[in-house]
């Protein structure tokens, strides 16, 4: 039995100041209820929450979700693993509907980052690495990713300015995305003379905490037939962990949990990585791109600078990959962000992207990291 | 298909400053794994973690209890559910299993509460409730549910002796639990007369923050049949949601999820109420079991004080309730509570409780809820 997505909705990224951790969520929600069309909350099963809850003030997020949704009393929880928590929801969602207990399910990856304090929420995303080991000598996040990008320049001879034309190519498709929080196009220039954060990283080469949710509704092949006119099919899924603790990994130029789960997607979907017409996947840091070309197949390993210099992730090239901006210029609301990649995914699948639409796409992938490798999530999507 | 549990472990609860969240982890999956015997970590197609993240100054969990346990590269995630979350958990195992996604499937409850400082953790704890439009005047949990106390005394003539007499029952029976953080004896003159918390509680009325984790192996019917002499199956999960926010609720003298997943349970089970030989219910004050008594079915709404009166819940009663100590005397870990019951349940299917054994029992009952209700997960498993 297949599982098909009906419903997509997707909220302004950004510093969401004007509502609450709910009112994000139930803005999704409205949008994918309103693309569904035909369904009513009572018939939406199950309601999987994707979000880190540390993040906010409220706790027990699904309890507040579900009431102010009008969502009771159907069942509700949370998954988390990281920035791919509502990867891990769509995950559960499919396992509940494959397993017959559910027709229906909603996923809901919501995140409101920007009621903590900046350096609060910098202690706490650095304590995503090993705790007892690592992140108590200070390693925060950008250091952690600047240990690969610093290691891939060693081993491959990748450059920094090859890393920001990652940045350049995603903040010009984010200009083109009215739900992205930077809509500006940015050069190299201005990319390498930014602020430093950590070597050889400038501002440019980091994506930008956010609040936004995003909303999928998921279904059984034979309501989802009944449902929408163009179901896009959930046909490949890959789920894997890695050390959390650098000291454990093999090397530090690939993300190994990234590699297991694309293999175990692809063989599930019967497709290669030449088959991706379009692709989301994590770029929280530049040279996250860049090891996501790499683990995920779409070029050899070390070759990924060369990869971005043909624009071969551009539309036009082998892989067209982040043409809604990516984490950089979208935002990255951490727990909205697989199901935000997946949103993006099922508009391409569609058509119904306007002047991003890569032409005739039929098969798409997102690649969801947690965290600083630890698990990544890969799904693939036929439309 | 079925899904059966074929190995449980369960750590010692309490106050664990000898253990880091991963260390407890360990200890009850050690545990599990040689309870089942026959099995290599290889064998464990994923790990659910149930937790509540954000009593940890760790963050990512599964990111490092998956690499404590040895258990990369295979998939891991959390759910979260308040303090249900490891019911999440399972729930999400059995439908993982049921997908055909996974065949071996571990549930990992954790917890360490003691990290924080104790103002640090009844703040967060209050939060649990409404934060926008009732914690934020000051409910902490206990207050949360003195309010249930209060209106089914009113309502109902029930005394706060009844409620004293729940944990009475409980302490006796943590006194033989070795896993339970009190294992003293309790008498209702002593409870009566102790530190008031919020009218009518007094210390006695309320479980305790605790430490610990517990552990279950979930496999399909094929492989349990071959991993375990004396599966349980898991045969029956209900869950539902209810309004977070007391205001919208439709009375204070039940837990509406409750009685919803209670139903569904029972449902797809076909049993009964009358044919449940030992349940594990969620007592984090002594009126939350009495409520579950009702809302359950176990007797008529308004009666859980005559069925305490009447030892209903104790061996020999109508349906031996909390034989482990309940969340009373074993300790309240958060998120190891809901796979702690079932740590009990399969111990007393099998036959294994010792001197705590209700005879011949052959269908037991989980129920476990999340917050001050706004979830509740129901499992019925039978040998």
Not at 13 to 27: I, K, M, P, W
Not at 359 to 367: C, K, M, N, S
Request: glycine share 10%; aromatic share 8%; hydrophobic share 40%.
């Amino acid at each position: 039995m297949k599982v098909g997505i009906v419903g997509i909705g997707h909220g302004k990224f950004g510093r969401r100041s004007d509502a609450t951790v709910q009112e994000l969520a139930f803005e999704a929600f409205r949008l994918a209820m309103e693309d569904t069309g035909n369904l009513d909350r009572k018939d939406i099963d199950a309601t999987i929450i994707g979000s880190v809850p540390e993040y906010h003030k409220q706790r027990s997020l699904p309890g507040v979700v579900a009431e102010y949704l009008g969502m009771n009393d159907q069942p509700t929880w949370l998954t988390e693993a990281a920035c791919a928590s509502s990867s891990a929801a769509i995950r559960s969602a499919y396992m509940a509907i494959r397993s017959g207990m559910h027709e229906v399910v909603a996923v809901l990856g919501v995140q409101k980052m920007t009621e903590l304090e900046t350096p609060e929420l910098l202690a706490l995303m650095g304590r995503v690495g090993d705790v007892q080991w690592e992140s108590i000598f200070g390693t925060t996040f950008p250091g952690y990713y600047a240990f690969y990008a610093n290691r891939h320049m060693h081993e491959f001879g990748t450059t920094h300015e090859q890393m920001l034309k990652v940045a350049v190519k995603n903040h010009h498709y984010g200009a083109m995305n009215e739900k992205a929080m930077f809509r500006k196009e940015i050069t190299i220039e201005k990319a390498l003379a930014a602020a430093p954060v950590a070597d050889p990283f400038t501002v440019f080469d980091c994506c930008a905490n956010a609040d936004g949710a995003a909303c999928l509704i998921l279904a059984s092949e034979e309501k989802a037939k009944k449902l929408h006119d163009t179901p896009i099919w959930l046909e490949g899924l890959g789920c894997a962990s890695a050390a959390m603790s650098l000291l454990r990994r093999p090397d530090l130029v690939s993300i190994p949990s990234a590699k297991a789960a694309s293999e175990q997607a692809f063989k599930q979907a019967s497709v290669s990585p030449k088959d991706i017409a379009v692709a989301d996947v994590h770029d929280c840091f530049t040279i996250a791109e860049i090891l996501a070309y790499e683990d995920i197949g779409f070029c050899k390993k070390g070759k990924g600078g060369k990869f971005i210099d043909e624009e071969q992730s551009y539309i036009g090239g082998s892989n067209p990959i982040n043409i809604d901006g990516g984490l950089k210029a979208k935002g990255h609301p951490v727990g909205a962000t697989g199901a935000s990649q997946t949103y993006e995914i099922v508009t391409q699948l569609r058509g119904d992207a306007g002047k991003r639409q890569v032409d005739g796409a039929d098969v798409g992938l997102t690649h969801n990291v947690g965290g600083i490798g630890q698990y990544t999530f890969v799904h693939i999507y036929k439309r």
